[in-house]
């Protein structure tokens, strides 16, 4: 049975980036997708954006508010005239810079939309798909949820947190018939990476690549997803290193610095953003 076409697939955050790249893949394999994000005026150009791929349909959602994801699932599975096949946990911000220069606002913002945000899809679609025997549920975290560097303290702390609870929950759900799984895209050409610098390793991938592993995963399912694939065994033995051997191969790779040296002004407009990641945006983008 195919896993894509035909089925109701909701992608949080996709107004923008890897989300947006997401729904247009699905789309483009035949699912009937259902979006939401925060920025309305955002949402609402990407649906237009999407259509001409296939069925979509877009809602508000605020994943931090467990109202607004109430909400946006039942207007989902209206639209899916009935159950949700798929839930893609894409929602998120990057606060990035020198961890005693984080505003208080901005940690906040990024425990309550990277960790408790999925918490919330999670708690809200498992007992449907619990009930019926099957589903799936794929959680986007990082490579930085496996082996963190300086500059994304916070960051790397709700992506940790959302590798181990997809490990748990896919271990606990297994014999009901639903499927967890966790995607760990690398530094990814989105607006999270305004103002930084890649340099050699650490150089960006496109969304796509990200989308493209995703259906992959709905396709051929598994608990822990690395772009690219090999990073799946590489990263937790590169955590695992001795502090001196990180830190040389973190400098020898030019991620030591990456997230405490960037360009203020180009990444201003997305720090504003990500600092205030919660509530909806209904009167267009922030500036």
Do not use: W
């Amino acid at each position: 049975m195919d896993a894509v076409r035909g089925r109701a697939i909701v992608v949080t955050g996709a107004a923008r980036g890897i989300g947006f790249a997401t729904a247009r893949a699905l789309l483009e394999r035949g699912a009937r997708v259902i979006i939401g994000d925060r920025d309305v005026p955002a949402l609402e150009t990407a649906v237009t954006a999407l259509a001409d791929a296939g069925r979509v349909f877009g809602h508000p959602l605020d994943v931090s508010d467990v109202e607004s994801f109430t909400g946006f699932l039942d207007r989902a599975r209206a639209d899916a005239g009935g159950a949700i096949d798929v839930l893609i946990n894409n929602a998120g911000v990057m606060p990035v810079g020198p961890f005693l220069e984080q505003s208080e606002q901005a940690m906040r913002a990024a425990i309550e939309v990277n960790f408790y945000g999925v918490l919330n899809g999670c708690r809200l679609v498992l007992p449907e798909m619990a009930a019926r025997g099957h589903g799936h549920i794929i959680n986007i975290a990082s490579l930085a949820g496996v082996v963190a560097v300086p500059g994304q303290v916070v960051y790397a702390g709700t992506k940790f947190a959302v590798v181990g609870l997809s490990t748990a929950l896919a271990d606990e759900f297994a014999s009901r018939g639903v499927q967890v799984s966790v995607v760990m895209p690398p530094f990814t050409r989105t607006e999270l990476i305004a103002g930084t610098k890649a340099t050699g390793a650490s150089r960006p991938v496109e969304p796509a690549v990200i989308a493209a592993a995703i259906v992959r995963t709905l396709s051929k399912p598994k608990t822990h997803v690395a772009v690219p694939y090999p990073m799946r065994f590489v990263s937790p033995i590169l955590a695992m290193l001795g502090p001196r051997s990180r830190r040389r191969l973190h400098a020898a790779m030019g991620s030591d610095r990456l997230f405490l040296d960037f360009d203020e002004k180009s990444r201003r407009s997305y720090a504003r953003r990500a600092e205030s990641a919660t509530g909806m945006v209904s009167g267009g983008s922030e500036s």
